[in-house]
């Protein structure tokens, strides 16, 4: 395997890196709105002109200017896309601490006014603002027109139940239109939307919900998931009993069932014809809070704000995604995951934004590209896990489908392995950016990934995101290229959390990100940056593998284990023992068919050998029942390690936060064995 097909660190002595894997062609580069934008902010702000012929430099001397001259990049942001001021800032950037940066002092503005401005453009009012696809798979559009309709209605309504600017709107839906339209109502009073999946049990969406003290309820009754009906109805008696904080509760009948007494309908509130009144908040008013995973506790409470999501995410799918009039936008999530969010922002940019309601492997595997396929979709977003799994299926989308309207696959909740790139490549279409992108629920946005005039390396990110002064920093905070070091952003984003909920003084928002560096954000993961500017993730620095002080994250060894066919998915821990010593076992999910014998285990401990250290084979190979995972997806590490340290499981990880918790009972029991017998 070359360097450039390895996600191990790189030294400057290594050979050069091999051809990119994808690269833009003229035409695509010229037309790219990236361009455009430098272009224009050349001439208006004085950014750097293109290099021309060479589109990394280009973007190389854009993002320096863009994180060096920070106020001026974000106030040509700003003009490029119109970003309408009810009330005029007086400068841009008051403050640039963090925490406590402090942009646009003086504005107001209204995220909804500009999500909807589309529909007020008379050729475009009747073209599909949404388009909700179930199971069936058949598209049904929501046009402009009647969007904007549904949400000056609700927004009426919300009023007339006394919502008032800051006042807290909660949704327990699934990704349907409704959710879209009560988190537009929502924003357009000045309230702050928070919602919840409705995979969520109760306890979980109590864990979110009661920190928050919503005072209305829009809920559905029930979702349909992998051709069955799940029914809600007693979870939300359980909701509505368990928040008293509540005026109101909004009966969305996905299911067909009655509104429950006390409650309104859906169809009752949002029938009328008001014109959407906006009220005028300040930039950094709340719009939204969303929840980190909580698995160790109470999920922390992130609140953004109206003015920072709207210019950081005009950027983002503006420039990043390339997003705009003409473009389908569809991202395979859920209303609990920060992606659904980011999904409903795709307004902004007058794309119609694709809702998709159902699961990711029904009736087959392929389920998501059929959506894309029917959808028209010219951007499809999905999870790095899905890939592998359509991968490992042996589904072949260029071959089954008609896929040639999407421009860009994107991946995103866990690094894209490089057989993920080569396989998005081979089976859904050579002539395709690849876009592998991180980011957080944190700033429900992107630090590094798609950046439309660049070439796609195998297993890399192409670039940190303008405005993000992205950087890899040793443990003396000194910033390192091709060596692995903790991402850090050293400098303000408008999207970074305004605060956390019922943190007061701010301890538990500093203690999460700026207690290592003091002023300067760490994020948690472990990256290389490459002399050439790309980006690698090696996974979680909280969850790292340190053997013989070699650090590695796991998700280096996952991307080596899991290209095995025998393993379905794996969980690496590493174990600081009391004596001193270091356990690194291997948990292995199989596929099935597959046994773990003595065979299987070689190919595993060679397969790490080789691709990335024999620092790091493992010490144990113990096959498990299944990973544990959040709610939105993500593996569980952390809580199992302290597991396997001796912690008993009502302290080790909060039960309302996990997918399965008989598996994480699993893994308790295995420690109590190994704890009687010995290692």
């Not at 073209?127 to 046009?143: C, G, M, Q, T």
Request: proline letters at 8%; hydrophobic letters at 40%; a negative charge.
């Amino acid at each position: 395997m070359t360097a450039a097909h390895s996600a191990a660190p790189r030294t400057a002595a290594e050979p050069e890196q091999p051809e990119p894997l994808w690269s833009p062609g003229p035409g695509r580069i010229e037309g790219a709105g990236l361009t455009r934008f430098q272009s224009w902010a050349a001439g208006r702000f004085g950014a750097p002109d293109a290099v021309p012929g060479d589109p990394a430099a280009s973007y190389a001397a854009l993002h320096h200017w863009s994180v060096a001259e920070l106020e001026t990049f974000w106030q040509a942001v700003a003009e490029w896309f119109d970003v309408r001021f009810t009330t005029p800032y007086e400068r841009v950037l008051a403050d640039r601490a963090m925490p406590g940066a402090t942009w646009f002092p003086g504005a107001t503005l209204n995220y909804a006014e500009h999500a909807l401005r589309t529909a007020l453009d008379p050729a475009r009012a009747g073209e599909p603002a949404l388009l909700h696809v179930d199971e069936s798979h058949e598209p049904r559009p929501v046009s402009w027109a009647e969007l904007r309709r549904q949400v000056g209605s609700l927004a009426a309504e919300l009023r007339r139940l006394g919502v008032r600017p800051g006042d807290r709107v909660s949704g327990y839906l699934p990704n349907v239109p409704q959710a879209a339209v009560a988190l537009l109502a929502t924003a357009a009073v000045g309230g702050v939307w928070t919602s919840c999946a409705p995979d969520f049990g109760a306890r979980s969406v109590l864990d979110r919900f009661q920190q928050v003290e919503p005072v209305v309820l829009v809920t559905a009754d029930g979702y349909r998931y992998g051709g069955k009906t799940h029914d809600r109805a007693a979870v939300v008696a359980e909701l509505r009993a368990e928040l008293p904080t509540l005026r109101a509760v909004v009966h969305v009948p996905l299911l067909g069932t009655p509104a429950p007494e006390g409650a309104l309908e859906w169809e009752a509130v949002t029938s009328g014809d008001a014109e959407p009144v906006y009220e005028p908040v300040p930039f950094d008013h709340p719009l939204w809070v969303l929840y980190s995973s909580g698995t160790t506790g109470l999920p922390k409470a992130i609140v953004q704000s109206q003015g920072g999501i709207l210019v950081e995410h005009l950027k983002q799918l503006g420039l990043h995604c390339d997003l705009g009039p003409g473009d389908r936008f569809f991202w395979y999530t859920s209303t609990g995951w920060m992606m659904w969010n980011f999904l409903v922002s795709g307004l902004l940019t007058g794309t119609t934004v694709v809702l998709y309601d159902g699961s990711p492997g029904h009736p087959s595997t392929g389920a998501q590209w059929r959506v894309a396929e029917r959808s028209g979709a010219t951007f499809h977003g999905t999870s790095a896990a899905y890939v592998m799994a359509c991968r490992k299926a042996g589904v072949r989308p260029g071959r089954d489908h008609d896929l040639s309207r999407v421009k860009c696959v994107a991946t995103t909740g866990s690094p894209l392995p490089p057989d993920g790139f080569r396989w998005i490549h081979d089976e859904v279409a050579e002539d395709l950016w690849i876009a592998s992108v991180s980011g957080g629920t944190d700033v429900c946005s992107c630090f590094a990934g798609a950046v439309p005039t660049l070439p796609v390396h195998t297993g890399e990110l192409q670039a940190p995101c303008l405005g993000t002064d992205l950087q890899a920093w040793d443990p003396r905070g000194e910033p390192v290229t091709d060596e692995v070091g903790e991402l850090v952003v050293t400098n303000p984003m408008p999207s970074m959390p305004v605060r956390f909920w019922n943190d007061p003084d701010g301890t538990r928002y500093r203690d999460s990100y700026f207690e290592m560096f003091p002023g300067t954000w760490r994020h948690g993961d472990w990256i290389t940056v490459t002399s050439r500017g790309s980006v690698i993730i090696h996974g979680r620095s909280d969850s790292t593998l340190n053997r013989q002080g070699v650090r590695m994250g796991s998700a280096d060894i996952y991307e080596a284990v899991e290209r095995l066919p025998e393993i379905r998915e794996s969980l690496v821990i590493g174990v600081e023992q009391p004596d001193g010593g270091y356990w690194m076992p291997l948990f292995v999910h199989l596929a099935e068919g597959a046994v773990l014998d003595d065979s299987l285990r070689e190919k595993i401990r060679v397969a790490v050998r080789e691709h990335l250290s024999p620092r790091h084979v493992p010490d144990e190979i113990i096959e498990v029942p299944g990973v544990p995972h959040t709610l939105t997806g993500k593996r569980i590490e952390v809580p199992v390690k302290r597991l396997l340290q001796g912690v008993d499981l009502d302290k080790a990880v909060n039960p309302g936060s996990v997918d399965d918790l008989e598996l994480l009972r699993f893994y308790g029991r295995l420690a109590g064995r190994r704890a009687e017998t010995g290692p």
